[in-house]
C-alpha cells in the first residue's frame, strides 16, 4: 500500500521544438529526477483530460481545432509552440494532471501537478506557451461535479494570470489573486479580482511583505479549494523574470502560502521558470513542492525531508 502523497507528471510525452526555442522543456524531465531521487512523493503519469472538461472552459470550437489539427497557424504563433499530435497529447496530459491533483486535494487535503498552471490561455485562444487553462478547466470541473463551489487562484508566476482573470471575470464564485511584474509580459494586463503589480528588479523583503498583505485576503474568502500557480521566475537568475528574488525567499514564500492555506484543499501546479542555469529553476520547483509535504493528511511513513 502506497501512503506517500502523489503528484503527477507529464515529461514523457515529448513535443518536437525547433533548435534555440526558448521554451525550457528539459525543466521538467530534471525536476521529476530530483523529485524522484528524493523519495517523498508518488509520481505517476498524468491522466489525459477528457475534451468534454476541456469545454468546460474553452470554446468548443479552439478545443476541436487544437484536437484535430486545424487551429489556425497565427493562434499556434500566439501559444508559441508549432502544432503536433505530441503536443496534443503533453498538453491533454498537462491539464490532466491537475484535474487529477484537484481531486486528490479534495480528497486529502492536497494534489499536486509538475506542469500545468497555463494561466495564459483564454477561454477561445492559448497564448504564450499555454494552449488550455487548467487552472480554469479543474475550477470548473469540479464545479460541474459538485466537489466545489468556490475556489481561489493563487498566482505568484512573475507573469500576470491574465487568461485566468478573463475567463473568471464575472464569476463571483473564483477569487483570482495575481503578483506579477508591472512591466513584464503580458504587456496588456486583465483584470483579477486582486493583482499586485512589482516594479523591476522587486527583492524578497518587498516580495513577502506584499504577499503577507494579500493572504488574509485569500483566507477571508473562504474557497473550498485554493489552486496555487507556484512559478518560479520570480528568481534573479530568471531570463525573463525581471525581478530579484532567491531561492530562499521563494522558499519563504511558499512556506507562507502553505501556513496560509492551512486546512484549506490546495493544488500546486507549476508555472514558469527559466532560470539560467536551468538546473537552478528545476531546483526551485521541487523545494516547492518539497515544502508542501507537510500538507498530506495521510499517515506520514515517507522520510523527513533532507534539510538543505
Ligand atoms: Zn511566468
Redo the contacts with the bound molecule.
Keep these: 500500500m502506497n501512503s506517500r502523497p502523489r503528484l503527477y507528471y507529464c515529461d514523457h510525452y515529448r513535443i518536437p521544438l525547433p533548435p534555440g526555442h526558448k521554451f525550457p522543456i528539459e525543466k521538467y524531465a530534471m525536476l521529476r529526477a530530483l523529485l524522484n531521487a528524493n523519495g517523498a512523493y508518488d509520481l505517476t503519469p498524468a491522466p489525459f483530460a477528457p475534451p468534454a472538461d476541456l469545454e468546460l472552459a474553452h470554446d468548443p470550437a479552439y478545443v476541436q481545432s487544437i484536437l484535430q489539427g486545424t487551429v489556425d497557424a497565427r493562434v499556434m504563433r500566439r501559444i508559441g509552440f508549432p502544432w503536433s499530435p505530441e503536443l496534443v497529447r503533453r498538453t491533454l496530459a498537462s491539464v490532466g494532471g491537475t484535474l487529477a491533483a484537484a481531486r486528490d486535494a479534495m480528497q486529502c487535503g492536497f494534489g499536486g501537478n509538475l506542469a500545468g498552471g497555463t494561466h495564459h490561455a483564454f477561454r477561445d485562444e492559448g497564448s504564450g506557451f499555454c494552449v488550455f487553462n487548467d487552472l480554469a478547466v479543474a475550477i470548473l470541473t469540479l464545479r460541474r461535479d459538485g466537489l466545489a463551489a468556490r475556489a481561489a487562484v493563487l498566482d505568484l508566476?512573475?507573469?500576470q494570470g491574465d487568461g485566468t482573470a478573463a475567463i473568471f471575470e464575472s464569476d463571483p464564485a473564483v477569487l483570482t489573486i495575481s503578483l506579477h511584474g508591472e512591466h513584464n509580459f503580458p504587456f496588456r494586463k486583465q483584470r483579477s479580482r486582486i493583482d499586485i503589480a512589482l516594479s523591476d528588479g522587486t527583492s524578497d523583503t518587498e516580495y513577502l511583505d506584499r504577499l503577507e498583505q494579500v493572504l488574509p485576503q485569500l483566507i477571508f474568502y473562504k474557497p473550498d479549494i485554493i489552486l496555487y500557480q507556484s512559478?518560479v521566475?520570480g528568481l534573479a537568475c530568471d531570463r525573463?523574470g525581471r525581478l530579484a528574488l532567491t531561492p530562499d525567499g521563494l522558499r519563504m514564500r511558499d512556506q507562507m502560502v502553505a501556513e496560509a492555506a492551512a486546512g484549506i484543499p490546495l493544488v500546486v501546479t507549476l508555472?514558469?521558470g527559466y532560470g539560467d542555469p536551468i538546473e537552478v529553476t528545476a531546483a526551485a520547483h521541487a523545494a516547492t513542492f518539497l515544502t508542501f509535504l507537510t500538507r498530506h493528511q495521510g499517515p506520514a511513513t515517507f522520510d523527513p525531508i533532507p534539510a538543505s
Design positions: 508566476d512573475v507573469h512559478g521566475d525573463l508555472g514558469g
